[in-house]
């Protein structure tokens, strides 16, 4: 059954190498290629998708990525679409954490990196400008829209700005009398398990964690480790921009304020500062999720254990912050179809995607801003060309993403 989808898990690949640019960039990117390209899915349906995930804590474009998978083949499909997905990246920071003391930090800021902010610019204004018709059609989704863009570019970071306007324009297009006719569709068999599953894990990690830093269990790093990128899988909202600070604070601020107020713990699950800001920058450069950081982090928080626990660590990053985002997406979704059958959930979209639309647009500026674009550069030039460039290929060609992609890579290798 798995082999009439080869196409499409080669195209994941290949999504995977050249994803630059975050999770705004990368709808976009899916856009251009399970929309247009391979008609995986529809316009309507990648919108729904991107925004019930932005509903839920987790990776937003790996949630949307496996919903593609599983509306092609179910859960197996859908499973195999993560891993896929998430491997490249995984690999590539896990690497790092065993890379990172014999390499040069400076060399890491290549300028070979320098056009991906303005190719993800392009690659969103292109999302923005195909999804508009279908979701702008009336006054009510201008405000919602207009409205969407101006709240997200003043609170752009912000973990509850996103799920609060998608609720909010859900709302306020109920309060419409406008018939949407309801669809006959069988309510789906609801998969209890994935989220018992999700809460069970959740909890005796947690009860576990605890238990072994009160009573001070030797090699208890795993354990801790596990729990702690576990929970913040499960409970960030907002996306890589959100999890970094988070990390940040759990492994490389609070054992040093713990050193400080206690007796030196050597089992603490710890992080050098300037390692965490090196990954940080790192992994912005990196194709694929960002929550992939978190495969660096296991690998520098078990390094001292060994080699061959320094590889366990990666694993452990890896399969945490990835995991609660499969079990949620997977719960929720099926709940979320059935709730398609009334009216009200249909009255319901034509709000949420006015406001993603918004969303889009000011990520978009959002972007722009730290773009040298408004000085009498060559480099501001050649950014306004590679903006343009990305929206007008993607727009007018059949040109796949990866060849803009390697474009913009070997441009930056060459200016």
């Given at each position: 059954?798995?082999?009439?989808?080869?196409?499409?898990?080669?195209?994941?690949?290949?999504?995977?190498?050249t994803?630059f640019?975050?999770?705004?960039?990368h709808?976009?990117?899916?856009?251009?290629?399970?929309?247009?390209?391979?008609?995986?899915?529809?316009e309507?349906?990648?919108?729904?998708?991107?925004?019930?995930?932005?509903?839920?804590?987790?990776?937003?474009?790996?949630?949307t990525?496996?919903?593609?998978?599983?509306?092609?083949?179910?859960?197996?499909?859908?499973?195999?679409?993560?891993?896929?997905?998430?491997?490249?990246?995984?690999?590539?920071?896990?690497?790092?954490?065993?890379?990172?003391?014999?390499?040069?930090k400076?060399?890491?800021?290549?300028?070979?990196?320098?056009?991906?902010?303005?190719?993800?610019?392009?690659?969103?204004?292109?999302?923005?400008?195909?999804?508009?018709?279908?979701?702008?059609?009336?006054?009510?989704?201008?405000?919602?829209?207009i409205?969407?863009?101006?709240?997200?570019?003043?609170?752009?970071?912000?973990?509850?700005?996103?799920?609060?306007?998608?609720?909010?324009a859900?709302?306020?297009?109920?309060?419409?009398?406008?018939?949407?006719?309801?669809?006959?569709?069988?309510?789906?068999?609801i998969?209890?398990?994935?989220?018992?599953?999700?809460?069970?894990?959740?909890?005796?990690?947690?009860?576990?964690?605890?238990?072994?830093?009160?009573?001070?269990?030797?090699?208890?790093?795993?354990i801790?480790l596990?729990?702690?990128?576990y929970?913040m899988?499960?409970?960030?909202?907002?996306?890589?921009?959100?999890?970094?600070?988070?990390?940040?604070?759990?492994?490389?601020?609070?054992?040093?304020?713990?050193?400080?107020n206690?007796?030196k713990?050597?089992?603490?699950?710890?992080?050098?500062?300037?390692?965490?800001?090196?990954?940080?920058?790192?992994?912005?450069?990196?194709?694929?999720?960002?929550?992939?950081?978190?495969?660096?982090?296991?690998?520098?928080?078990?390094?001292?254990?060994?080699?061959?626990?320094?590889?366990?660590?990666?694993?452990?990053?890896?399969?945490?912050?990835?995991?609660?985002?499969?079990?949620?997406?997977?719960?929720?979704?099926?709940?979320?179809?059935?709730?398609k059958?009334?009216?009200?959930?249909y009255?319901?979209?034509?709000?949420?995607?006015?406001?993603?639309?918004?969303i889009m647009?000011?990520?978009?500026?959002?972007?722009?801003?730290?773009i040298?674009?408004?000085?009498?550069?060559?480099?501001?030039l050649?950014?306004?060309?590679?903006?343009?460039?990305?929206?007008?290929?993607?727009?007018?060609?059949?040109i796949?993403?990866?060849?803009?992609?390697?474009?913009?890579?070997?441009?930056?290798?060459?200016?």
């Amino acid at each position: 059954m798995l082999l009439r989808h080869i196409p499409f898990l080669k195209a994941v690949f290949v999504h995977s190498l050249t994803a630059f640019g975050g999770p705004q960039a990368h709808i976009g990117m899916m856009m251009k290629t399970f929309v247009h390209r391979r008609r995986d899915v529809s316009e309507q349906e990648l919108m729904e998708y991107n925004a019930f995930c932005n509903l839920l804590p987790g990776a937003s474009s790996t949630q949307t990525l496996t919903l593609i998978g599983y509306k092609r083949g179910g859960i197996p499909l859908a499973v195999i679409t993560l891993l896929i997905w998430i491997l490249p990246a995984s690999i590539l920071m896990g690497s790092l954490s065993f890379l990172l003391h014999y390499i040069d930090k400076k060399q890491l800021g290549t300028d070979i990196f320098r056009f991906i902010a303005p190719m993800a610019a392009g690659f969103l204004a292109y999302a923005a400008f195909t999804t508009f018709p279908l979701a702008i059609r009336n006054l009510i989704t201008w405000i919602i829209m207009i409205i969407g863009a101006v709240a997200t570019y003043l609170l752009f970071g912000q973990p509850w700005v996103i799920p609060v306007l998608i609720v909010s324009a859900g709302i306020v297009t109920n309060f419409s009398r406008k018939r949407i006719p309801q669809t006959e569709q069988k309510p789906r068999k609801i998969r209890w398990w994935n989220f018992w599953l999700f809460g069970i894990i959740f909890i005796a990690a947690g009860i576990i964690s605890e238990r072994a830093r009160l009573d001070n269990w030797p090699d208890r790093k795993p354990i801790n480790l596990f729990e702690n990128t576990y929970r913040m899988g499960s409970l960030v909202f907002g996306g890589g921009q959100v999890l970094m600070p988070m990390m940040y604070e759990q492994w490389s601020v609070r054992p040093e304020t713990i050193k400080k107020n206690k007796n030196k713990d050597q089992n603490v699950v710890q992080i050098d500062e300037s390692d965490m800001y090196t990954a940080m920058g790192i992994v912005r450069a990196v194709p694929g999720p960002v929550f992939s950081i978190a495969s660096f982090a296991g690998g520098m928080a078990l390094k001292d254990m060994g080699t061959e626990m320094q590889v366990v660590g990666c694993l452990i990053g890896m399969i945490a912050i990835f995991l609660p985002s499969a079990l949620l997406v997977l719960f929720f979704f099926p709940i979320w179809s059935n709730l398609k059958k009334y009216a009200a959930v249909y009255r319901s979209l034509e709000g949420i995607n006015a406001v993603v639309v918004g969303i889009m647009i000011a990520s978009t500026l959002y972007i722009m801003k730290d773009i040298s674009i408004g000085e009498f550069k060559t480099i501001s030039l050649v950014n306004i060309g590679v903006i343009l460039g990305t929206f007008l290929l993607l727009n007018f060609t059949k040109i796949a993403p990866p060849f803009i992609v390697l474009a913009c890579l070997g441009l930056g290798a060459l200016v």
